[in-house]
């Protein structure tokens, strides 16, 4: 289940916020509503997949090896972009606040692929010190993508449902 584009986990969660961000970048320079429609729902089913495969696969494998608070703040941050995610998949582009969201999700990323990908103690950086096979590691999140992947196209992934933070009805 190997790929040669990806060289591990890291390699493989990098390359889909480097996508993210591209997609971010069209959103911003999209012109009506459909169009602006269609790429914010890529972006949430992008989104959605990367937080599983982070959440189900890849922060769990560093539990106990990396910073307790490292790994706390990622799953408030998902949780965060999760709720954004949810409004837009929900509400279209002529709706008020729809494009107001879609720029703070954008932000909300930034934020958190900084946080993941700082050079000397970002979360990565944490992660690529430890004794993690981040090759087998890899191979378990392709294999778990590439499932979401089939289900997405089958019929679509349920609500992306916050697990750190809780949330109180209005």
């Keep these: 289940m190997a790929d040669k584009d990806y060289t591990d986990a ?9 996508e993210v961000e591209a997609l971010f970048e069209q959103f911003e320079s999209a012109k009506g509503g459909k169009r602006k429609e269609d790429i914010a729902r890529k972006i949430c089913l992008e989104l959605k997949i990367h937080t599983m ?7 769990p494998a560093f539990r106990g090896r990396i910073e307790d608070d490292t790994l706390d703040e990622a799953y408030v941050e998902h949780d965060g972009a999760k709720v954004l995610v949810n409004d837009i998949e929900a509400g279209s582009a002529d709706e008020d606040f729809y494009d107001a969201k879609v720029k703070v999700l954008s932000e909300e990323i ?13 979360m990565f950086a944490q992660c690529r010190k430890t004794d993690v096979d981040l090759v087998a590691l890899r191979d378990q999140m392709l294999a778990r993508k590439q499932e979401l992947m089939a289900q997405a196209k089958a019929g679509g ?5 916050p697990a750190a933070v809780r949330l109180i009805p209005a």
């Design 110 to 122: 930034k934020h958190h692929v900084h946080e993941e990908e700082a050079q000397k103690e970002g």
């Design 53 to 59: 495969i982070e959440e189900e696969i890849f922060y």
């Design 157 to 161: 992934l349920p609500a992306a449902k």
């Design 10 to 18: 890291i390699a493989l969660l990098k390359a889909d916020h480097r």
